[in-house]
């Protein structure tokens, strides 16, 4: 990443209000580019976006991706020279609850930020953010590459591959002249880091377990994950950003950002290292049953560490740490969550620079 890239590029990021979105918000705020977010409300409360102001350096716009008149009108007025799509319906077991309105807004969400820009000659990238869940799932033990199969069982796994099919279609029909804007799809695995308070989001759900001396039940303790600190991944988005902007559609594809080898952790080791970090916490095991969510799934990062330069820079152990630190200060109230947020994406910087 190149930080002087961004100073004062207009950049429209949707799901802006969201745990990612608000991370990535104020990391653009940092590297002064002029940033539009388009989202529905915070729907947690605290909410990063509001504890941390991040509205306060940019332009907030609250508004609903499944509506394309908004979206288009929004996108018409920042005239943006990069989007970068984040906007989801992100929880597995809600896409069982409303699998319309995970559809709705995966899918059709991603074509209406598709089709706004195609009226926008202002445009000349867009990372369109999707998940380590679009593949089809074989329980396999080595890490999906960007060429394998696509799938997903669940109503939240499949939309999302159904919206890398949209971004697909996009780029081969609207998008293959050399004035076009480059399109890529970016997919990372479980984030974790400080801020994050939505529902079924398990460290979330241990730290406050925890603070609370209470005791957590969880779903799935032997499930394997790709995880990672949302600095990394994010990092990953801007890069490659950068490099559609600079060499087109070269870069126009999907790409994984995934954490290195002792990242692809059980639930169970998360739960104890963290745990341990904490200083102690209770938890037992809910025997269901449950509905079905993966229980092995790895991404292979070999590709996006070739062709574009970018590696995670976090084990699992500092992720948990930087994690823990966050929490702690924000709950304790000694440290603001701005302040603390920027903190630690300065300190990012500084081993990306290193």
């Known amino acids: 990443m190149t930080p002087g890239f961004w100073n004062g590029r207009r950049v429209f990021l949707t799901g802006h209000t969201g745990f990612k979105g608000s991370w990535l918000s104020l990391w653009l705020q940092k590297l002064g580019a002029r940033v539009t977010g388009f989202a529905l409300p915070p729907h947690t409360e605290p909410s990063l976006f509001e504890a941390a102001d991040v509205a306060g350096g940019m332009t907030s716009v609250i508004g609903d991706i499944r509506e394309l008149a908004a979206l288009r009108e929004a996108m018409l007025s920042a005239a943006p020279e990069i989007v970068v799509h984040m906007a989801a319906q992100a929880i597995v077991r809600e896409s069982y609850a409303d699998p319309v309105g995970t559809y709705a807004t995966n899918v059709m969400g991603t074509v209406h930020v598709l089709e706004a820009m195609r009226d926008l000659p202002s445009v000349r990238a867009a990372v369109v953010v999707t998940t380590d869940k679009v593949y089809h799932n074989e329980e396999w033990a080595w890490g999906y590459r960007e060429d394998d199969r696509l799938g997903g069982r669940d109503p ?22 050399p004035d076009a804007p480059a ?15 939505a529902t079924d989001r398990l460290v979330r759900d241990l730290v406050l377990a925890f603070a609370k ?11 394997t994950r790709p995880w990672q600190h949302v600095l990394d991944p994010l990092h990953g988005y801007l890069v490659l950003a950068e490099r559609l902007v600079e060499e087109g559609n070269r870069y126009a594809a999907a790409w994984n950002f ?19 970090l904490w200083g102690g916490g209770r938890w037992e095991i809910d025997p269901g049953p449950h509905a079905h969510e993966a229980g ?29 630190e966050w929490y702690r200060g924000f709950l304790a109230g000694r440290s603001h969550a701005r302040r603390a947020t920027e903190l630690q994406i300065a300190q990012y910087q500084e081993l990306a620079a290193a």
């Open 213 to 223: 001396n209470e005791t957590l039940v969880i779903r799935h303790p032997d499930a």
């Open 258 to 276: 995934g954490p290195g080898e002792d990242g692809a952790q059980t639930v169970r080791t998360v739960v104890e290292r963290l745990s341990k």
């Open 296 to 324: 092995l799934l790895k991404l292979d990062i070999s590709r996006t560490r070739r062709e574009l330069g970018w590696k995670p820079l976090m084990d699992l152990d500092t992720a948990l740490d930087w994690t823990v």
């Open 156 to 177: 939240y796994s499949n939309s999302k591959a159904c919206a890398e099919l949209v971004v697909q279609a996009f780029r081969a029909s609207f998008a293959a002249g």
């Open 183 to 197: 399109i890529a799809a970016a997919r990372s695995g479980n984030v974790i880091g400080g801020g994050d308070w």
